[in-house]
């Protein structure tokens, strides 16, 4: 329980009548009996805004410069800064804290880490303030954490290292992503390599390269091929990957590389904690990462669901994957944002490698003629297609950025935020 009448790191005073929480949370709707608020500064509003709204929910205690009923108020301005120094006052606590970063794979990395280490982990968001709250909520227990720290301007990085403290850093990919800020895969490479102040530090067998052992010292490869832990013969087949690591066979169902890659750090990260592989493999196997992840879908035909966001390191993974599938493959692919000055040229190299690996191609929105051979300027004019063109047997990528600030409207003239087709394809099929 989170006690805001226990001694804090700041200068804050709890109101009598506020009480202990079982979770905190920056997003006031999830405000309620058991879920305290924090109101933070946010880019429209102030989260003061909506304290009230918070109480009459229930929340125990609202963290918040206001003078208010079940208050742990905080000096003016202060709400941020001491939700920070809560979360480091907490996450000294934990014994083993894993952050995990990189252009692609992250929450799936943090999938199989935490499943392999018995972990709590981070939801989907990860924002600051997530991660701050996760810290609070979590980092007094005995169980290691997991923590997803994704960046997209300069300086996040030392940022994120200063509030999560990892013991043990992540990368598990580089490649163009957020270059609107970065600027450059370089710049990339080196922002997300700040996460090497931690003491100890594992790169995925793609990023390995960018981190050299004479700039590097100390951090190790995992993966598949000539890395410093590696996993042994991987065979991937649409009914998933098989692997060995260190004797230990592991199994993981409707799987591709990333997958196996990701289990292969769990793996590592096991070993290291000194827990037995063969139970490590056996929960690497349950694995189920969030919608929108590379979640398989098999039936009539088969729909890969990996709609939540993109990259062309990510989409070309993909790519992969669905060219490891029998039947006639169709990848539906759109707009990758935040690629700056070389987008134009980015998706035109993404889409000739879709027809490389693909039977048919789909592209949507503001680069669909690179993206795809079949082109169209809105996602219901391409959704409105595919379901006619579409039949038993095939296997539908579908993958594009999400455009979350986005309105509907341009999300699907722009050509993201794709999980409506895949909504649309489940659907039609009959499932």
């Known amino acids: ?105 992250k929450t799936t990395a943090k999938s199989y880490a935490a499943a392999a280490l018995e972990a709590h982990h981070m939801p989907v968001f990860n924002t600051m303030p997530a991660i701050a709250c996760f810290l609070v909520e979590f980092g007094a227990t005995d169980r290691p954490l997991v923590v997803e720290m994704g960046i997209d301007r300069v300086g996040e990085m030392a940022e994120l290292v200063d509030l999560v403290r990892p013991d043990i850093g992540v990368v598990t990919s580089i490649g163009p992503a957020h270059l609107e800020q970065l600027g450059s895969v370089e710049n990339i490479a080196r922002e997300k390599g700040g996460i090497f102040q931690a003491a100890r530090g594992l790169v995925g067998a793609q990023a390995a390269a960018f981190y050299p052992p004479e700039n590097y010292p100390g951090v190790e490869s995992y993966g598949f091929g000539p890395v410093t832990h590696t996993g042994q013969d991987l065979q991937v087949t649409p009914a998933g990957a098989q692997f060995t690591y260190q004797g230990v066979t592991v199994e993981l169902p409707l799987a591709a590389p990333v997958q196996a890659e990701a289990a292969v750090l769990g793996l590592v990260l096991a070993q290291q904690a000194g827990l037995p592989l063969h139970r490590v493999a056996h929960r690497l196997a349950g694995v189920s ?81 690179e993206l795809g051979e079949r082109a169209f300027a809105s996602v219901p004019e391409m959704l409105a297609a595919l379901l006619t063109e579409v039949r038993d047997g095939d296997v539908v990528l579908v993958k594009a950025s999400r455009g979350l600030s986005w309105t509907p409207e341009r999300r699907a003239q722009e050509g993201v935020g794709l999980d409506v087709v895949v909504a649309a394809l489940l659907e039609a099929r009959g499932s």
Do not use: C
């Not at 905080?74 to 252009?103: C, D, H, M, Y």
């Not at 969030?290 to 035909?301: C, D, E, L, N, T």
């Open 289 to 369: 990462v969030p919608a929108g992840r590379y979640r398989v879908h098999p039936g009539r035909f088969t729909v890969i669901d990996d709609a939540y966001n993109a990259s062309p390191l990510a989409v070309r993974a993909a790519l992969d994957a669905l060219h490891a599938f029998p039947g006639r493959r169709i990848s539906v692919l759109g707009r990758m944002l935040e690629l700056g000055p070389t987008e134009r040229e980015l998706h035109a190299e993404v889409g000739h490698y879709a027809r490389e690996r693909a039977d048919l191609t789909y592209g949507v929105g503001a680069f669909a003629h």
């Open 1 to 105: 329980m989170l006690d805001p009448h226990a001694a804090l790191p700041f200068s804050a005073a709890a109101h009598p009548d506020a009480r202990p929480a079982r979770r905190l949370t920056w997003d006031s709707r999830e405000a309620g009996p058991d879920v305290a608020f924090v109101a933070l500064p946010g880019e429209r509003m102030h989260g003061n805004a909506f304290v009230d709204a918070a109480l009459a929910a229930g929340a125990p205690f609202v963290l918040t410069d206001l003078d208010v009923p079940r208050a742990l108020k905080v000096p003016e301005g202060q709400a941020q800064p001491a939700l920070f120094a809560w979360a480091r006052q907490e996450r000294q606590k934990n014994p083993l804290v894993i952050g995990i970063t990189g252009s692609a794979g």
